[in-house]
């Protein structure tokens, strides 16, 4: 199958094997448990002097692409790419993102702050164009982290941490949902700088995690989530966040230097560390089944037995 088929008829999760090359879904292993630690991917180096993040992991057919943005006024930020060879290259060079998706075409999707808005990329040309742009006539604070569905729904966060990039905002931090009709609807006003999202395997559940250090799962009637409940508290500081074949969440806490592994209900199942702040996460590799970490000024791997999202 090519990606784009595997990707519109199963969603994200069993979008790896064909992101892979492979022709089926590979068998979902079982998931990490204990203390472990990730390894630093040494050809990745800083390619800038400003101080910055790498965010938005997200693995498309045979490499790993992930935003690179300094702190810098306006937050400049470029897409590169980390091939299977190792090799590294800049596909988008003035990208103004943040986190990244893939969509069932198999281009980039992305959360940019440079334009306050949900944009998508040609990953041919990389052309740009706009998914959605405003809620109520003002754009968004700074979109951060995505999250698609099968049915091509797309939910996103929009906290502040990088509203300074460009004028206006919205007056509260948001969970958002774009339907396939292009209608932006608000999930949740009412959360301190939203950050992670994240889909059950289904597509029946979406997980949010924010600065109020809750892990919070909406679950999606009829294409809708309805009212959320905390699963986990006490994170330190969340950031983005990948999910396995069983469900279970990698979310990354950003200070701590680590990501914490949780089942569904919210029961902690592992913990990997890394060298320095982490901010995201995603499922890739030739058989789907390296976890790899962005965070500051470094990605992460780890070889895991499970398979999970490519973002």
Same mark, same amino acid.
């Given at each position: 199958?090519?990606?784009?088929?595997?990707?519109?008829?199963?969603?994200?999760?069993?979008?790896?094997?064909?992101?892979?090359?492979?022709?089926?879904?590979?068998?979902?292993?079982?998931?990490?448990?204990?203390?472990?630690?990730?390894?630093?991917?040494?050809?990745?180096?800083?390619?800038?002097?400003?101080?910055?993040?790498?965010?938005?992991?997200?693995?498309?057919?045979?490499?790993?692409?992930?935003?690179?943005?300094?702190?810098?006024?306006?937050?400049?930020?470029?897409?590169?790419?980390?091939?299977?060879?190792?090799?590294?290259?800049? %596909?988008?060079?003035?990208?103004?993102?943040? &986190?990244? $998706? !893939? /969509?069932? *075409? +198999?281009?980039?999707?992305?959360?940019? =702050?440079?334009?306050?808005?949900?944009?998508?990329?040609?990953?041919?040309?990389?052309?740009?164009?706009?998914?959605?742009?405003?809620?109520?006539?003002?754009?968004?604070?700074?979109?951060?982290?995505?999250?698609?569905?099968?049915?091509?729904?797309?939910?996103?966060?929009?906290?502040?941490?990088?509203?300074?990039?460009?004028?206006?905002?919205?007056?509260?931090?948001?969970?958002?949902?774009?339907?396939?009709?292009?209608?932006?609807?608000?999930?949740?006003?009412?959360?301190?700088?939203?950050?992670?999202?994240?889909?059950?395997?289904?597509?029946?559940?979406?997980?949010?995690?924010?600065?109020?250090?809750?892990?919070?799962?909406?679950?999606?009637?009829?294409?809708?989530?309805?009212?959320?409940?905390?699963? %986990?508290?006490?994170?330190?500081?969340?950031? &983005?966040? $990948? !999910? /396995?074949? *069983? +469900?279970?969440?990698?979310?990354?806490? =950003?200070?701590?230097?680590?990501?914490?592994?949780?089942?569904?209900?919210?029961?902690?199942?592992?913990?990997?560390?890394?060298?320095?702040?982490?901010?995201?996460?995603?499922?890739?590799?030739?058989?789907?089944?390296?976890?790899?970490?962005?965070?500051?000024?470094?990605?992460?791997?780890?070889?895991?037995?499970?398979?999970?999202?490519?973002?």
């Amino acid at each position: 199958m090519q990606l784009r088929t595997v990707l519109a008829l199963s969603g994200p999760l069993l979008a790896l094997a064909c992101a892979a090359g492979a022709h089926a879904a590979p068998a979902c292993g079982p998931a990490p448990s204990g203390e472990l630690r990730a390894e630093r991917v040494a050809a990745v180096r800083p390619s800038r002097s400003e101080a910055g993040l790498y965010e938005g992991p997200v693995w498309i057919r045979d490499a790993l692409y992930f935003s690179d943005f300094s702190f810098a006024p306006g937050f400049p930020s470029r897409i590169r790419k980390l091939a299977l060879d190792g090799t590294v290259s800049t %596909v988008v060079e003035d990208s103004g993102s943040n &986190g990244l $998706a !893939v /969509d069932a *075409h +198999g281009d980039i999707v992305a959360a940019t =702050h440079k334009y306050k808005a949900l944009s998508r990329y040609a990953l041919a040309d990389g052309k740009r164009t706009t998914i959605a742009g405003n809620y109520k006539g003002q754009v968004f604070d700074s979109p951060n982290d995505i999250a698609i569905a099968r049915d091509g729904t797309i939910y996103f966060t929009d906290p502040d941490f990088q509203k300074a990039a460009a004028p206006g905002g919205q007056p509260v931090t948001g969970v958002y949902r774009v339907g396939t009709d292009g209608k932006v609807t608000l999930v949740d006003g009412s959360r301190p700088n939203p950050n992670g999202v994240s889909l059950s395997p289904a597509g029946d559940v979406l997980y949010v995690n924010a600065g109020d250090g809750f892990l919070r799962a909406y679950p999606i009637v009829n294409g809708v989530p309805g009212q959320g409940r905390d699963i %986990v508290k006490g994170l330190d500081v969340p950031d &983005g966040m $990948a !999910v /396995d074949c *069983h +469900g279970n969440l990698y979310v990354s806490e =950003h200070p701590a230097r680590r990501v914490r592994v949780f089942s569904p209900e919210g029961k902690e199942l592992a913990t990997i560390r890394t060298d320095a702040n982490v901010t995201n996460a995603a499922f890739g590799g030739a058989d789907g089944k390296t976890l790899f970490l962005t965070g500051a000024g470094a990605i992460w791997r780890i070889r895991l037995d499970v398979t999970g999202s490519p973002y």
